[in-house]
């Protein structure tokens, strides 16, 4: 299993970052594939998700700031931020759409992101 994040950063409130996830083919292929995020001291959350077609559903507080999309040639699933705030701050995932955060599905490293006021 490949899970590799890029593209966090440092930025100021109203600024955007484009990340990066490239996942492996088995998981890519099969499965819808999501953005999930954890500030500290917060449990992980989901941030949206795409399906294999395409089809896009996000979180309502990202809603009109975030994008989410794929490629599936390049097994890679991005998301696109703007407007940025404080309250963004935390540690980006990706992984495929309903893994599990107790343990059972792997994760990888994340990528951190932070919105300074």
């Known amino acids: 299993v490949q899970l590799v994040e890029s593209g966090g950063g440092l930025v100021q409130a109203g600024g955007s970052l484009r990340l990066s996830c490239v996942a492996s083919?088995?998981?890519?292929?099969?499965?819808?594939m999501g953005w999930y995020r954890q500030a500290p001291g917060k449990q992980r959350e989901v941030v949206a998700f795409?399906?294999?077609?395409?089809?896009?559903n996000y979180a309502d507080f990202v809603k009109g700031r975030f994008t989410i999309s794929r490629d599936n040639a390049k097994n890679t699933v991005y998301l696109q931020m703007s407007s940025l705030k404080p309250e963004d701050t935390a540690v980006y995932y990706c992984?495929?759409?309903?893994?599990?955060?107790?343990?059972?599905?792997?994760w990888g490293q994340g990528t951190q992101v932070t919105v300074s006021s």
């Open positions: 083919g088995s998981i890519f292929s099969i499965r819808a």
């Open positions: 795409v399906t294999k077609g395409g089809d896009t």
């Open positions: 992984n495929y759409f309903g893994a599990s955060s107790d343990g059972s599905d792997y």
